[in-house]
């Protein structure tokens, strides 16, 4: 298990890094310069020169990429060119904006969609299942971005119960905190997180409608109602409890969406997130910031499939003995 | 509309409608026919991708406006559907019906070859790989491996924001060539389990070359995955078009796709909201048919994965 988990580590480790380095280059062979489109230029060629030296991208590429390379090393992940601050700082503030609203939804997601699902396996081929069965393929198949626009507009724009946009009360809420700033933080939560949410949720209760069924077919499940174990039993005990097992996996999957996964609700909604801070990067050619989004994440997305494989052989005793074979 | 466009759209409906029927009949000598069909929305699936498809085609047909034509830029903007303008107007007071018709062409275009692009991409590398294991298949696992650690969306972002407006047919491309992960290691997987099996060595022991066992033993018997992946991975290119086209990086205006039309309605949400709504619809409705056409293919093709 051990020289197995340091082999998955290193692995993943190396993933990360060949990312890394193929966005760097993918960055340096675009035509077009930091901040000027790919046919715009500087009339001054001196001025041009002086702006490449001070963003530090004069000198040959492998040389920048040993720096660059060296800095991350340290920790330090450069300074950004558009926003005039150290990426490291931009991040701090987007992270935990994205955090919360990536929080919200995946908590919207499985507590509706592991409901949805097994309520669905439980009552299977009858109507309950098919209305559901059609309402979650509807939802699952919808664009994400165009849901939220149509939320927006119900109940943003003509309902009015939620705001259209922003994270907070703009003028009282940044300098006081109080029990209403954090309802008006919850206010305008609401509508990105249950966009994602909801979405996220209708795939989540058709994997686990079809995990449950899976399940319901084996063995063990037979063996348990010909026991005589009560229906409830069998299900809660039996069928979900095994079925939980392929769920681990979807978490699994789910875990790089924490952060990157909401770049168009963020837009939409006005989320000052990383989604936004790193689709804003690369539309102005923000190589730093671009590069630490890229870093975190293609991190996230190894991170996730790695504590999936764990907990899977932590909760599934057979793949522990054939691993370690 | 005219009238003729208005028969041009029941016989399209029709049509759909017959299409279903006739593949009904068609399939129904073979189990795997009979089994795809008894797929509850398996019908409407088929008959929702039959009439997009039909519009796409015939869409001079269909409508009786030009998709780029301006109609009347002070009087007819954003107006709401009507007898004249079926699905109203956008903001440059083009008919929007006219164009979801030929945005179909173009989205629907989109995701079909930029899935071929995928699948063929992704069949290949899984082939090669699980058939000649070893250094091949780790070298090129260990590539599969990087490119699902890729953040996909940003991948396509960098590449598009980067080089610029890329032109139709490249954008396919870059879609294509970041969505075939996935499929490779589904049909390495496959590979794996098919070449032990008797056919295989059969073949090898007739001095079958390895790209005959690939292509006549190994991928005909691994093919059910392959195509069950392929429909439901046009959808996620059907989707993946939209959100690029919506950051407007996508397919290029003034040709309509359906993305490129909810970016145009976008800003106009609160007093048009029609030229939102129904693109987004047309999305949705073909990527739900793929969706539902897709799980009837694998009750179809593999019963042992009924429950899907």
């Known amino acids: ?325 | 509309m005219t009238l003729q466009a208005w028969f041009a759209l029941l016989a399209a409906l029709a049509l759909a409608a017959w299409a279903v029927g006739a593949l009904r009949r068609r399939t129904a000598r073979h189990e795997a026919g009979r089994r795809f069909f008894r797929h509850p929305t398996a019908a409407w699936g088929i008959g929702i991708l039959a009439f997009f498809a039909i519009v796409a085609v015939a869409a001079p047909l269909v409508t009786s406006f030009d998709p780029r034509q301006q109609l009347d830029i002070v009087r007819l903007k954003n107006q709401p559907p009507s007898w004249s303008y079926i699905l109203g107007t956008d903001l440059y007071s083009r008919d929007l019906w006219t164009r979801v018709a030929y945005g179909a062409r173009i989205s629907l275009m989109v995701g079909a070859l930029g899935m071929l692009v995928a699948v063929t991409l992704g069949t290949l590398v899984g082939a090669v790989a699980g058939y000649y294991r070893r250094w091949v298949d780790a070298v090129l696992m260990r590539g599969v491996d990087v490119g699902l650690a890729l953040p996909r969306i940003f991948v396509l972002l960098i590449a598009i924001a980067l080089f610029g407006r890329l032109p139709l047919a490249l954008l396919v491309l870059v879609i294509g060539f970041t969505s075939w992960f996935g499929t490779s290691r589904l049909v390495r997987a496959e590979v794996l389990s098919v070449r032990e099996r008797d056919f295989v060595a059969a073949a090898r022991a007739v001095g079958a070359g390895a790209a005959r066992v690939i292509f006549r033993h190994v991928l005909p018997n691994a093919a059910a995955p392959i195509i069950v992946s392929a429909a439901l991975g046009i959808g996620n290119v059907l989707l993946l078009e939209a959100a690029l086209s919506f950051l407007g990086i996508g397919v290029p205006p003034p040709a309509p796709s359906w993305g490129n039309m909810i970016a145009d309605g976008a800003p106009y949400l609160a007093t048009a909201p029609w030229t939102t709504l129904f693109p987004g619809l047309a999305i949705a409705l073909v990527v739900m048919a793929l969706n539902a056409v897709g799980d009837a293919l694998r009750d179809a093709l593999d019963p042992r994965q009924e429950a899907m």
């Open chain 1, 1 to 325: 298990m051990t020289a197995w988990l340091v082999r998955r580590v290193a692995a993943s480790v190396a993933i990360v890094f060949v990312v890394v380095t193929l966005t760097f280059i993918l960055m340096d062979l675009a035509p077009g310069k930091p901040m000027l489109g790919p046919t715009e230029r500087l009339a001054d060629p001196e001025a041009e020169a002086e702006l490449r030296r001070q963003f530090g991208l004069d000198g040959p590429l492998g040389v920048r990429y040993v720096s660059y390379l060296r800095q991350l090393a340290r920790g330090n992940l450069g300074a950004s060119f558009g926003l005039r601050r150290p990426v490291a700082d931009a991040l701090a503030e987007a992270i935990p904006n994205t955090l919360l609203l990536a929080g919200a939804a995946l908590l919207i997601d499985f507590l509706i969609g592991l409901g949805l699902g097994v309520y669905q396996a439980l009552r299977v081929h009858r109507l309950p299942d098919v209305a559901l069965g059609n309402v979650t393929l509807f939802l699952y198949s919808v664009p994400t971005f165009w849901l939220g626009l149509i939320l927006l507009l119900v109940f943003g724009a003509w309902l009015r119960w939620f705001p259209v946009g922003g994270m907070s009360d703009p003028v009282l809420c940044p300098t006081v905190s109080s029990f209403y700033c954090t309802m008006d933080r919850l206010w305008h939560l609401a509508l990105p997180a249950l966009t994602l949410g909801i979405v996220g949720a209708a795939g989540t209760a058709r994997f686990q409608r079809a995990a449950m069924l899976e399940v319901a077919g084996q063995d063990y499940v037979r063996t348990a109602r010909a026991k005589g174990a009560s229906e409830r039993r069998v299900v809660l005990r039996h069928q979900l409890r095994n079925a939980l097992l392929s769920f681990i996996t979807l978490f699994g999957l789910a875990f790089p969406f924490l952060l990157t996964g909401a770049v168009l609700i963020e837009t939409i909604f006005a989320w000052p997130g990383m989604g936004r801070l790193a689709t804003d990067a690369i539309l102005r050619r923000d190589f730093p910031v671009v590069n630490a989004a890229v870093l975190l994440a293609s991190t996230l997305v190894v991170t996730g499939s790695l504590l999936a494989d764990v907990l899977l052989a932590v909760a599934d005793p057979r793949l522990r003995v054939r691993d370690l074979a």
